[in-house]
């Protein structure tokens, strides 16, 4: 039910995600990506992965096809740890720009994270992914 809540409240922000009332966490667009996961067809690799979105952190874990998305740092080592702007983070999660074209800190494979994002994006169709 979070998750469906999840992707019809991202659904209702405004292009550009942010206004005078009106601010974008990376974190909420991280549970709608989980839920856009979650539902497709194509299989996230499997790995813990930590992000660092400007002053926000959470962590995303994918094995035996479950997800669990935490809030903070993993209370362990992670597979995968990047660090992102917010703007290149809802970029990167709607599509409209590579990895490569950022200037993201990664520890781990970089073509793993790519992968991942193929995956765990934002849903289609919203103001934030156009």
């Given at each position: 039910i979070l998750e469906d809540l999840a992707l019809w409240g991202f659904g209702l922000f405004p292009e550009g995600g942010e206004g005078p009332d009106l601010q974008v966490k990376a974190?909420?667009?991280?549970?709608?990506?989980?839920?856009?996961m979650d539902r497709s067809d194509s299989?996230?690799?499997?790995?813990?992965?930590?992000?660092?979105?400007?002053?926000?952190?959470?962590?995303?874990?994918?094995?035996?096809?479950?997800?669990?998305?935490?809030?903070?740092p993993p209370p362990f080592e992670p597979d995968l740890s990047a660090e992102f702007s917010k703007e290149d983070f809802l970029r990167i999660a709607s599509g409209d720009l590579t990895i490569e074209e950022t200037d993201t800190r990664i520890e781990?494979?970089?073509a793993r994270l790519e992968t991942l994002f193929g995956t765990f994006r934002l849903p289609v169709d919203t103001p934030a992914s156009r």
């Open positions: 974190a909420w667009a991280a549970m709608s990506m989980k839920a856009t299989r996230a690799p499997e790995g813990t992965y930590a992000f660092g979105v400007g002053p926000e952190s959470f962590w995303l874990e994918v094995r035996g096809g479950q997800s669990t998305l935490r809030d903070g781990g494979d970089p």
